[in-house]
């Protein structure tokens, strides 16, 4: 009996030095491309305009990351799948159980473009993260090198509406889907456009993963009260107007727009 009793407490003192699952923090973001030869900008919107988030890549969970593209490691494309549509999504490999976590306290400046010699301009951005603590692999969706997700916010602290201030950008090609696997203790960073305003508003991001919708956590941030116009005669205002319910899930994902802003002139 004794044995029993210690083979008990042996088994108890193993289990409660077993370490702890790995726990995801966000990173200390750095962008080594930028140098004195390049201009930081800062994004300015006076109507509500399509977005192509932008897809930096995947990585381990980690205290510190450059984001530097031409530094990037470029082994996360062995989970690349090229074309998502054609992959069965089941329990092993879902779209469901990603943590969604926004980071506007961060400003990065970002441009991939500047990587390839087209440009020298670095452009304001906060890091939005997917992160998968679950113990299964996760499948994140996205376009070419952009993801499905727009900001939304609103107007006043006292009201309960939130209303779109960006759209799906309009693209024209079917082509480009894909779909990359992010496996336990992964994550998936994407770059949010961040603009200036001179209106402190209660804000939150919204993304399409197959036919999943996350909505992060409310967060403050800057913006411009215009961005909430749908500029008249625009093709977002026109797809508005011939059928609303697919506009509405196609181009903001679910959010809905103020309806006085895309009905002017009808």
């Known amino acids: 009996m ?3 009793f210690f083979y008990i407490f042996s088994l108890l003192l193993l289990i409660g030095c077993r370490p702890d699952a790995e726990k995801f923090e966000i990173p200390a973001l750095i962008n080594s491309q930028y140098n004195d030869t390049l201009d930081q900008v800062d994004f300015k919107a006076k109507i509500l305009t399509g977005v192509f988030p932008e897809f930096v890549g995947k990585y381990n969970f980690t205290k510190n990351l450059d984001i530097n593209p031409s530094n990037r490691d470029s082994t996360f494309w062995n989970d690349f799948i090229d074309d998502y549509r054609s992959v069965s999504i089941g329990d092993s490999v879902d779209v469901n159980g990603f943590e969604l976590i926004v980071d506007y306290k961060t400003t990065i400046y970002y441009n991939r473009y500047v990587s390839y010699g087209h440009s020298k301009t670095l452009l304001s951005y906060y890091p939005v993260y997917f992160v998968n603590s679950t113990n299964s692999d996760k499948i994140f ?4 090198s952009y993801t499905f997700g ?3 916010a609103r107007l006043n ?12 950008g309009y693209d024209f090609c ?4 894909f779909g990359i696997i992010v496996k336990p203790n992964e994550f998936v960073l994407i770059l949010m456009k961040k603009y200036t305003g001179t209106y402190k508003a209660p804000m939150r991001v919204r993304f399409k993963q197959n ?3 996350y909505v992060s956590k409310p967060f403050y941030g800057f913006i411009d009260t215009a961005q909430f116009t749908i500029e008249d005669s625009s093709y977002v205002q026109d797809e508005l107007r011939k059928n609303y319910g697919k506009a509405v899930s196609r181009l903001f994902y679910g959010a809905e727009p103020d309806e006085k802003e895309w009905l002017k002139n009808n």
């Open 141 to 144: 969706l996205g376009k070419d």
């Open 211 to 213: 036919e999943s919708i």
């Open 2 to 4: 004794k044995y029993f």
């Open 150 to 152: 727009i900001q939304e």
């Open 174 to 177: 079917g082509n480009g889907t």
């Open 157 to 168: 602290e006292k009201y309960s509406d939130w209303h779109p201030i960006e759209s799906r």
